[in-house]
């Protein structure tokens, strides 16, 4: 069979090391969207037929296409609505974005925001008070970078018909002052839902258009797909509206979430879910939420924290987790567990204890936040997989520990922050990726910072933690085989015959670049199904051999 597309470079790097004979690997033969042949240039023309398109990318280095492990492309539409606060270091600062927002709409008229990290307020009572005046008393929500949590002004409550405390299904608070009186700030979803509820959504349609643009955007800096830990609301709408408009320029893996309060009825309906999909999407995992953020004193803990918080399951009863999760795992339906504090993480492997390995899909853990030392060989030997990311320490922590996260914590638990080395030195699976929109989805800055621990293009800034950053070919793994593995595909993530024709070709080696080089160097191509999803500007063109 002649091939569809042949790619050439000086350098590819398979992920495991891969020659044909004493040769090293310089070009790849794709046909059906599958690698059909790997050889050298020489081999090319063994390779053509009247339709291959042959692409000679030169120096740049050629790799399987990078996956983000944990993202949230089309959920993450609506939570980035309206202003980006997310670069916001002061809190006047925040207050004239959201007024310069709000000066030009009518005065019943919602304001949005997202991204605001809680440390601007160094350490302030967090209230609707602190962006009312800033809105003009107009009805607004604004969440924190987390996600977990929101900020909303009075005339939101007043919608929302919120004016005191409420109850819930899950641990969901409406925090209320002494008084009984809602003061504004909103912990996890059940709680934000009620604002959200009465909070204009963009069309489907117009959702859908977006939803092209920024998987071109993140096919850029490199991503061929990711795992997507939801599929909320009209997600699948959108998805559908979405191709419609084309093939999505990613590959999406989405794991729908398992809400506190399940019943059979409802497990039914995930394990029915599972393979639904489209062209380039999929339902093939179930998510869990198992406890909240330390930022906002929602994780779970083994003592409590600094302020007396994060000291409870975000589910009331645990064991209702454990039976669910063990009723998917019976049906072998793979599952993802958010797990950040020590206490969340020791329960979900205490969950996922004794079951027999038979589903091809490993089950793993999101976030792992803090980690006790003996909890990490219990990966290794039940065989679960660790999903982190690292951009989390490097954009919200600091090496001197004077961040919200780490004073919650205190230092002992601190120290013990996102232990990416040492679960890899002891042989556990870790997968990276971004969790955008909580991080920046660029890849290339999560390979640099899952080295250096601090955020990308600024090495004045002190690593957090740095014994524990991964060495490039991890880093590289990380996003690739690791990848592959936690999707129950033990072979894939690499450049081998009979893999996935995904591939990311890098100006520069990230095995070799400087991680700040390699962080700010454009990618040169980005192919998914053996399509051509982006080129950079000068990048070689296409020759059509006839």
Partial sequence: MKADLVLCADTVHTVHTLTVGARPVEAVAVSGGVISAVGSRRDVRDWRGPGTEVVDLGRAVLTPGLVDGHFHPVAGLSLTADVDLSQV?????ACRLLAEAAASRPPDAWVQGWGLDPNVFGGRPLTGALIDDAVGG???FVRFFD??????TPAALRIAGIDGPREFDQRSTVVCDQTGRPTGLLHESAAMQLVLDHVPVEPVAARAARLHVLLREMAATGLTAGHVMDLLGDSEEVLTAAEELGDLPLRLRFAPWCDPGVDADGI???IGLQGRGGRRWQVAAVKFMLDGTIDNGTAWLEAPDALGESTESLWPDVDAYTHALRELAAAGVPTATHAIGDAAVRHVLDALD????T???PHRVEHVETLPGNLIDRFRRQGVVASMQP???????RADQTDNWSVRLGTHRADRAWRCRDLRDAGVPVVLGSDWPVAPFDARHGLAEAMTRRPALEPEVPPVGPTQGLTARMALEGYTSHAALAAGEPGGGRIAIGGRADFTAFTVDPLRADPDELAEAPIALTVVGGVIVHRAADAPESALVR
């Fill in 89 to 93: 270091r002061h809190p006047d600062q």
């Fill in 138 to 140: 107009r009805p607004a």
């Fill in 147 to 152: 996600a977990h949590s929101a900020l909303v």
């Fill in 268 to 270: 039914s309906s995930l």
């Fill in 354 to 357: 004794g079951l027999a390995r």
């Fill in 359 to 361: 589903a091809s899909v």
């Fill in 391 to 397: 951009t989390h320490c490097s954009h919200f922590t």
